[in-house]
């Protein structure tokens, strides 16, 4: 019985742990921008300064990664 108790107990724990940091780890997506709205910004700003090429491809990847 006792046996039983402690496996038990120890299940509920470590489920009740498992399931907070769950929550925890990802930030909510009001927080971070999405992918496609990221691009529609960047496309637009790229666009008004007239980029082509490698150009507007650097400029894309290093707009992506910082927004």
């Known amino acids: 019985m006792r046996t039983t108790l ?3 107990t120890a299940t509920i724990l470590a489920s009740l742990l498992v399931s907070g940091t769950a929550f925890a ?10 992918q496609q709205s990221k691009m529609k910004t960047c496309n637009a700003d790229a666009k008004a ?3 082509k090429g490698d150009e507007r ?3 894309m990847s290093s707009c992506l990664k910082s927004k």
Do not use: M
Request: glycine share 0%.
């Open 6 to 8: 402690t496996t038990v």
């Open 49 to 51: 300064k007239s980029l």
């Open 57 to 59: 491809k650097a400029f």
């Open 25 to 34: 780890a990802d930030p909510s997506p009001k927080d971070k921008p999405s």
